[in-house]
């Protein structure tokens, strides 16, 4: 549908009410702000990703529904500055095909709570995902937030918890066949 998104109307006859996502990225904060705030009313559930130019307008997009802000400038400024300090780094993520075939990589999120009970709760070295799937966990987010980059194998993952695991496109199929993820 065509029409200014900060028009509710608009936002209404686009099917807001309806929708899963909204991308908010108009090039001016104060819009972006208005958008994100009329969705969120119009519709509660859904989840906002906006765009934010400058840092102290992070907050009020969080208050008035966005639930992911993105800012692009920020993100470039860092990625040339890491051209500078790791550019083989960079060279290496940059020359993969991430997307080309069964064994191009590909990192995937797993919530530990849609596991199949008997595998909740449980050590990284129990799961033994390495050895069943060929992937693997590169980090654990626990219940309450806390990351763990490299998570250690006697570590208890919590069912609330998330993995965050690096492996081919055929070892995440894998995983999802093996843990019932699919």
Not at 130 to 154: H, L, S, W
Not at 162 to 175: S, Y
Request: glycine letters at 6%.
């Amino acid at each position: 549908h065509q029409g200014s998104a900060l028009s509710d109307e608009v936002l209404i006859e686009a099917g807001i009410k309806k929708a899963k996502n909204l991308i908010c990225a108009l090039p001016d904060d104060a819009d972006n702000l208005f958008v994100v705030l009329t969705a969120w009313k119009l519709h509660s559930q859904i989840v906002i990703v906006s765009r934010a130019s400058e840092d102290q307008n992070q907050s009020k997009l969080k208050w008035a529904g966005a639930d992911h802000i993105i800012m692009p400038d920020k993100i470039g400024g860092d990625y040339m500055a890491a051209l500078l300090t790791v550019p083989y780094l960079i060279h290496f993520l940059e020359t993969l095909d991430w997307w080309k075939d069964e064994t191009s990589p590909n990192v995937e999120e797993v919530k530990l709570n849609q596991l199949p009970k008997k595998f909740q709760n449980k050590t990284l070295e129990e799961l033994e995902l390495r050895e069943r799937t060929g992937c693997n966990v590169i980090g654990y987010r626990d219940e309450k937030g806390k990351q763990f980059i490299n998570p250690e194998a006697k570590r208890i993952l919590s069912a609330d918890g998330k993995l965050i695991v690096l492996g081919t496109r055929e070892n995440i199929k894998k995983l999802n066949r093996i843990f019932q993820l699919d």
